[in-house]
């Protein structure tokens, strides 16, 4: 039995993309966050999420914590510990560089 469509002239969302916002996206750079976010731990020490945020000048935490979470995926930051976050009050991950701040590979 067919269901009838409901949006029929709907399409996705990622179909409908701004040729701006692609750009945008495009000129990201990731990677330069991530050396930023490195060399910020290595030196000022094991920060949380929100440190680096603030340190680095960041607005939004999503400029952030996509890039620890790779770098940690990637072995090259862990978890060195959790603490209370001042702003949110809640228990939250401290960040170090791994062979600098304990932990080796």
Same mark, same amino acid.
């Given at each position: 039995?067919?269901?009838?469509?409901?949006?029929?002239?709907?399409?996705?969302?990622?179909?409908?993309?701004?040729?701006?916002?692609?750009?945008?996206?495009?000129?990201?750079? $990731?990677?330069?966050?991530?050396?930023?976010?490195?060399?910020?731990?290595?030196?000022?020490?094991?920060? $949380?999420?929100?440190?680096?945020?603030?340190?680095?000048?960041?607005?939004?935490?999503?400029?952030?914590?996509?890039?620890?979470?790779?770098?940690?995926?990637?072995?090259?930051?862990?978890?060195?510990?959790?603490?209370?976050?001042?702003?949110?009050?809640?228990?939250?991950?401290?960040?170090?560089?791994?062979?600098?701040?304990?932990?080796?590979?």
């Amino acid at each position: 039995m067919n269901q009838p469509t409901l949006f029929p002239h709907h399409k996705h969302a990622r179909h409908r993309v701004h040729d701006n916002s692609r750009e945008a996206w495009r000129s990201i750079d $990731t990677d330069e966050r991530k050396k930023a976010i490195v060399e910020l731990l290595k030196e000022q020490g094991p920060l $949380t999420d929100r440190e680096i945020k603030d340190r680095l000048g960041y607005e939004e935490m999503n400029a952030v914590r996509p890039r620890v979470t790779e770098l940690t995926k990637a072995n090259v930051l862990f978890e060195t510990g959790r603490k209370k976050c001042s702003t949110t009050k809640k228990r939250v991950r401290v960040n170090g560089v791994r062979g600098v701040h304990g932990r080796m590979m």
